[in-house]
């Protein structure tokens, strides 16, 4: 099983910038699927940013242009570039990975998530 650590968040203001990082141990996939989640009070969790182990990114329409998905293999680790935060991108954010056994971005962006970290909350305030 995979653990996944999330850490990197706060309470900024509106415009600001954060980086969140999620180190994975245990057991990795070779062919995988990351992802960043988040949920809002009230709120359905929603896909944010995913990336394959060839590098391959989506991102949300809500987010694209502001946010940047990455990782650190060396490292075993995933990062969430958040730049421009507004109100709206306040939640609890959640990183996520599955094995990835055919396709790309478009088939992590669909598929269900096996292993979660225990999440990292974000405070955009205006």
């Known amino acids: 099983q995979v653990q996944l650590v999330e850490s990197g968040g706060g309470s900024v203001q509106s415009g600001g910038s954060l980086r969140l990082s999620c180190v994975a141990s245990g057991y990795t996939y070779s062919d995988y699927c990351m992802a960043w989640f988040r949920q809002a009070p009230g709120k359905e969790r929603e896909a944010v940013a995913v990336i394959t182990d060839f590098g391959s990114t989506w991102y949300a329409d809500s987010v694209k242009g502001r946010f940047t998905i990455s990782q650190d293999n060396a490292k075993n680790t995933l990062y969430l570039l958040l730049n421009s935060l507004k109100p709206e991108d306040t939640a609890m954010y959640y990183c996520?990975?599955?094995?990835?056994?055919?396709?790309?971005?478009?088939?992590?962006?669909?598929?269900?998530?096996?292993?979660w970290g225990q999440g990292t909350q974000v405070t955009v305030s205006s």
């Open positions: 996520a990975t599955t094995p990835r056994p055919y396709g790309g971005s478009a088939w992590c962006r669909e598929t269900n998530y096996n292993d």
